[in-house]
T-cell receptor, first 115, second 116 residues
Framework: DAGVTQSPTHLIKTRGQQVTLRCSPK?????VSWYQQALGQGPQFIFQ???????QRGNFPDRFSGHQFPNYSSELNVNALLLGDSALYLC??????????????FGPGTRLTVL | GNSVTQMEGPVTLSEEAFLTINCTYT??????LFWYVQYPGEGLQLLLK?????DKGSNKGFEATYRKETTSFHLEKGSVQVSDSAVYFC???????????????FGQGTILTVHP
C-alpha cells in the first residue's frame, strides 16, 4: 500500500521565482492538505483540496495556490518567493467521504530553500 | 477555534527511562486527538490517536488517554529507546465541530533526545 509521496525532495530557488511542489495521496484517499513547517515550529495549514476544489484555507497570501487533479494528486504553487517561504512543505492525505476514516497521513515533505 | 498546548523545552532522557510529554487542549465538543512523530530529516508519522473521551490510543509502546475532565492527552512510554529520539507533536482539528480530515492545529512540538 503506497503511502503519501512528494516531489521533489529538496529545492533551491531565489527570491521572486516561482515554485511547484507535487503530492500523490495515499492509495484510496481523496483529500489532500498542504502544510508549511518552518524550522523548529509545528506545521501550519495552508489549504485543503477535495473534489478538485479548495475547501479550506489557512492564513496564507494569494501567492500560495494549488490544484487537485482527477486522480486526487495535488500541486502547491508559490509565486514571487520570499526568503520567509523557506520551510518544509508537507502534504497530507485523508479519506473524506467515508465517516470514521478521517485520519491525515503525511508525506516526507519537500524542503524549499529560498536564497 | 480549537487549540493545543504542549510542554515547552526539549526532553533529555537515558535509555529505559519513563517518558511523559504533556498536551492540553481547548476545544468545542470532543474532537479526535492525535500524536504525530517527526524523525530527523523526515515528515510526520501518525503515532497514535483517540476519537472520544476516555479512549486510549497506543502504538509502539506509546500511550495517550483522552481525558475530558482535565482536557489533556499526555503521551507516555514506560521505557524509551535511543531510536525514540524525535520531535513529537500533539494535534487536533482546528475548527469547532471540525472533522479530522480538515485543518489540523499542531502544538509547537517537543524534542526528545534519548541517550544510551
Amino acid at each position: 500500500d503506497a503511502g503519501v509521496t512528494q516531489s521533489p525532495t529538496h529545492l533551491i530557488k531565489t527570491r521572486g521565482q516561482q515554485v511547484t511542489l507535487r503530492c500523490s495521496p495515499k492509495s484510496g484517499h481523496d483529500t489532500v492538505s498542504w502544510y508549511q513547517q518552518a524550522l523548529g515550529q509545528g506545521p501550519q495549514f495552508i489549504f485543503q483540496y477535495y473534489e478538485e476544489e479548495e475547501r479550506q484555507r489557512g492564513n496564507f497570501p494569494d501567492r500560495f495556490s494549488g490544484h487537485q487533479f482527477p486522480n486526487y494528486s495535488s500541486e502547491l504553487n508559490v509565486n514571487a518567493l520570499l526568503l520567509g517561504d523557506s520551510a518544509l512543505y508537507l502534504c497530507a492525505s485523508s479519506l473524506r467521504k467515508v465517516a470514521g476514516t478521517d485520519t491525515q497521513y503525511f508525506g516526507p515533505g519537500t524542503r524549499l530553500t529560498v536564497l | 477555534g480549537n487549540s493545543v498546548t504542549q510542554m515547552e523545552g526539549p526532553v533529555t532522557l537515558s535509555e529505559e527511562a519513563f517518558l511523559t510529554i504533556n498536551c492540553t487542549y481547548t476545544a468545542t465538543g470532543y474532537p479526535s486527538l492525535f500524536w504525530y512523530v517527526q524523525y530527523p530529516g523526515e515528515g510526520l508519522q501518525l503515532l497514535l490517536k483517540a476519537t472520544k473521551a476516555d479512549d486510549k490510543g497506543s502504538n509502539k509502546g506509546f500511550e495517550a488517554t483522552y481525558r475530558k475532565e482535565t482536557t489533556s492527552f499526555h503521551l507516555e512510554k514506560g521505557s524509551v529507546q535511543v531510536s525514540d529520539s524525535a520531535v513529537y507533536f500533539c494535534a487536533l482539528p482546528s475548527n469547532a465541530g471540525g472533522t479530522s480530515y480538515g485543518k489540523l492545529t499542531f502544538g509547537q512540538g517537543t524534542i526528545l533526545t534519548v541517550h544510551p
